[in-house]
């Protein structure tokens, strides 16, 4: 997500500070920020001049003059609280926006002394083109601060929602319902998961399958989306299936690890294999 939301702020023209704690993981990103920024530069030159893409491991320093940070660690709750603690380092008015999908917004800010900066911006995956961003506002964002994250999403050249901070906001509290149920039919034997994402895409117009997107997502993620959602809305309905469970133990994460519900190939191109019957029959 992180990679995604830094190639439409650069394809934007704004300078990107981009900051994760394995210098392994940020060179790779790194790289394949600046390649695939190389391999889709505009020919007509419409667009604007890409931004500065730098890097670095310490947080404090990456946000220290910076007008937005865009929060996209994992969803873990002490993580994302910790990070916005650290984020007193950042200018007192820059934008302090939340990446996540499932975790309230004003319990985040309450890591920053409930700072009226504090607002969700929640993208989808791929970040860089997918258009929609989920703007959330919670009891103590400013007015100032939601209208700057509703003009930073289209500065991006997404179309942002405004919603209130509950638990799943609008996609995440539809979505995830969807795909845990398409979960819960493959570990039932009612159909395999490439069937299951067949009717969903002919029969509801779905541009990719539950399956093959919880697969994009990694299921280590969607498991930390349903058990956040189970914890704040009390609804069993998020309780996390337990073929997701023992796939995440299994290191079966999805695209990111070439094996989920669906196998994958070294690019990340879905290929036949055992993947698309995980736990029919």
Do not use: W
Request: glycine residues 10%; aromatic residues 4%.
């Amino acid at each position: 997500m992180g990679r995604g939301i830094a190639i439409a702020a650069l394809r934007a023209g704004i300078d990107v500070n981009l900051v994760d704690v394995s210098a392994t993981t940020l060179r790779d990103a790194q790289d394949r920020i600046t390649g695939y920024l190389a391999r889709h530069e505009p020919a007509d030159g419409a667009d604007p001049r890409p931004g500065r893409l730098r890097g670095g491991s310490v947080l404090e320093d990456a946000v220290s003059d910076v007008g937005a940070v865009i929060e996209a660690v994992p969803e873990i709750l002490p993580l994302k609280r910790d990070t916005f603690r650290r984020l007193a380092a950042a200018p007192a008015d820059a934008l302090l926006a939340s990446n996540t999908s499932t975790m309230s917004i004003g319990v985040l800010a309450e890591a920053c002394g409930n700072s009226p900066r504090v607002v969700g911006m929640h993208f989808f995956n791929p970040a860089h083109r997918m258009p929609l961003v989920e703007v959330v506002v919670a009891p103590t964002t400013s007015p100032a601060s939601k209208d700057a994250a509703v003009a930073l999403a289209r500065a991006l050249g997404k179309e942002p929602v405004v919603v209130r901070d509950v638990p799943g906001f609008v996609t995440s509290r539809l979505g995830l319902l969807l795909g845990t149920e398409a979960m819960r039919m493959v570990e039932e034997g009612v159909a395999s998961a490439a069937d299951i994402d067949t009717a969903m895409k002919l029969g509801y117009r779905h541009p990719m399958g539950p399956l093959e997107l919880a697969d994009l997502v990694g299921l280590d993620a969607r498991l930390n989306n349903l058990r956040s959602m189970r914890a704040r809305s009390g609804n069993p309905a998020y309780e996390p299936p337990a073929i997701l469970t023992t796939m995440v133990e299994q290191g079966r994460l999805g695209r990111k690890s070439r094996h989920g519900f669906f196998d994958y190939d070294d690019d990340g191109h879905m290929i036949t294999g055992p993947g698309s019957e995980v736990g029919a029959g």
